[in-house]
């Protein structure tokens, strides 16, 4: 998506070869209309699927993931990092090693917003070494719903979380791949 | 808003006298096109007030707030509850304490996103006792921005919150007011 990588050249700042914060437009401020365009993208690239529900993880994936759920007309899922107080018992739980954080965190869904009828497409923001995505996947299989895909806003292919998942049979799209990064920018992959 | 009441007598789960789950559209599963509906309410509602920015605080606040802020183009900004690693130094703090969790969180916007020209409209899922506003409403004082009003999906005018906001001046536009709930079920404010 051409609109995304000048987007991220343009207010993306590199503080490490690793890290690329996009705070004016994805993770803390959020371009609302850009975000649109964003799910009509990934809501395209899936339309064919019957996607019955999308999933994501709080907090940076639900703008992304609410855009493709409007233009697929679907509901969305989000997975809670910590139990609400309001939780059921009934949930499904998964373990997520944070890279930018260094943590290791639970995912949980209750099982009632999942079931094995659902064709689910999972977005999120970023996608680094997969470990959200694992931690989804595995949440879906033991729903026995169907993960039909992942679409992801910024994928950092020198991580190869990305590369693991296509291994694995996972159709993954993302809206921009990059290659490396550094003081001498961004290189994306075309 | 009519179909909003309708929704949470017909999905919503009185858990006590003051909670009310409300996790099939608004937070956990998300009823996004439903949401649309309800950013569509907000921004008709503040629509000759020139916003600039919607302000929300994470997480249930971001769907509610991505949908006013896709309907009166112009970005979101949600308040995190963790400075993040990629977080700059210069940020507008404010405490706030939690209804629902029973705890005192720190509420942090990166100072970069709201500036003194900004007439901001601040977005949440829930109005309880209002603590969430009140540290909106400060940080927002601190950058020097105008505090337009604030859209309410939920407001639970039993818990005072509201009152307390409209007195000290500010426009809450709440599209469902309940004034009390328990065990035979909800009524709201005509």
Redesign the interface.
Known sequence: MKALQEKIRREGKV?SET?L?V???L???????F??EVGKEFANRFKDEKITK?VTI??SG??PA??T??CL??????A?KTK????DKEIYVSQVKSF??GIVYHIN??K??INKQDKILVIDDFLAYGHALLGLKNIIKESGAQLVGAGIVIEKGFQGGGKELRDAGIRVESLAIIERMGKEGIVFQE
Chains 1, 2 share one sequence.
């Open positions: 503080l890290i914060k705070d004016s437009f993770n803390h401020q959020i371009d609302a209309n975000m649109l999308i709080e907090t639900i703008a609410m855009a759920a409007v007309d679907v509901p969305l899922v989000f809670k609400g107080s309001t939780m930018t954080k869904i209750a009632e917003f």
